[in-house]
């Protein structure tokens, strides 16, 4: 039997703005390819484990969005949330419903928003990954080998193998300054945490019931078929910090496909062609005398000249233009246009 792949697709993007917006969150552009990223990883799901074992664990006003997007998806594919609390809540609600239907189900947790080729091996690390979930009733994260010290992304350190492609957790680290993540790079003892995930549900719950207060004592709500109560209640926060650091039975998998999270504008210069000047555009430009730029144009024509290394984003009746590094820090700026527009 297949495993249940859940998919967490929550939030706006804002890191993406001002492509990115509530009405049109980052799952839905093309960020990767062609098509938008939820169906780029609705693809991957499906073609795993089958249309009817993939769920999507999202806001309704997204899910709405979402069948827009693609029109084979039905109400069965939706595990609804009634507000956001993290993904360690999230998790454990789709657990349970999942060991409710059927107290033996494996669930693999995807994000919406990854970039992930080739799928021959994506889907050879997730067998593994599940493999090692149902064999030795593990917690199993999939790990990537870290390109470049990146400090956008949590790290975990490798501890001795367990199985071929299979190392135990020695610990995990959150986001590094580059310093340290120069460090992790080098010693070749880290590897990228992808938040890719394989558990049988009814571990994945044993060890929330065990460890983390801040979910468990919510469950009984649950139990009582009121999920709305039980998101009132949990403290939000994230399945690594409330379940994975605390846990001792957590495995990772190496994994040997190519993954990118796309986590700001800085990814579209990982994900989208290159021209012989390093500039990558996606929509309509005209550059000149120009390197190492990132242009974003959904209407009109954007034209650089004499300028290297920007962030050149035109969205609606909106434009951003920042640096590369300023495109890291995006969140910064909103927060300061929210209070502008406050006074």
């Known amino acids: 039997m297949r495993p249940h792949v859940v998919i967490l ?39 795993f484990a089958g249309r009817d074992r993939v769920r999507i664990l999202a806001e309704n006003r997204l899910a709405e969005l979402f069948r827009q997007t693609e029109s084979w998806l039905t109400d069965d594919h939706f595990f609804l949330e009634p507000k956001a609390a993290g993904t360690g809540p999230a998790l454990t609600w789709a657990a349970f419903r999942l060991w409710q239907a059927d107290a ?32 030795r009733n593990a917690l199993v994260c999939v790990g990537i080998q870290p390109e470049r010290p990146d400090t956008g992304y949590g790290y975990i350190r490798l501890g001795e193998e367990s199985a071929p492609g299979v190392r135990m957790v020695r610990r995990f680290e959150e986001k590094p300054d580059r310093a340290r993540a120069s460090t992790y790079v080098a010693s070749g003892e880290y590897v990228w945490n992808s938040g890719i995930f394989a558990w049988r549900a009814a571990d994945f719950l044993a060890a929330v019931r065990e460890l983390t207060p801040e979910i468990s004592e919510a469950l009984p709500h649950l139990e009582r078929g009121d999920p709305v109560a039980f998101f009132d209640q949990v403290t939000p926060i994230s399945v690594d910090v409330g379940v994975l650091e605390r846990a001792d039975n957590v495995e990772v998998v190496e994994a040997t496909f190519d993954w990118d999270d796309v986590g700001t504008w800085s990814a579209v210069g990982r994900t989208k062609p290159a021209d012989g000047d390093g500039n990558h ?46 495109a890291e820090r995006l969140k910064e700026l909103l927060d300061h246009l929210e209070n502008e527009a406050g006074d």
């Open 104 to 135: 033996e189900a494996t669930m693999i947790s995807l994000h919406a928003d990854h970039v992930i080729s080739p799928f021959e091996e994506f889907r050879t690390s997730l067998d593994r990954a599940v493999h090692t979930a149902e064999t």
């Open 281 to 326: 555009v996606v929509g309509s430009a005209s550059l000149l005398e120009a390197s190492d730029n990132i242009v974003w144009s959904e209407d009109g024509r954007v034209v650089l000249f004499d300028v290297d290394g920007l962030v050149v984003v035109r969205s609606g009746d909106q434009t951003l233009v920042t640096s590369s590094g300023g």
């Open 9 to 47: 697709a929550g939030g706006i993007g804002s890191r993406f703005w001002p492509a990115s917006t509530p009405a049109r969150p980052k799952q839905l552009l093309p960020l990767g390819g062609d098509r938008p990223l939820i169906s780029d990883t609705l693809a991957r799901a499906t073609e």
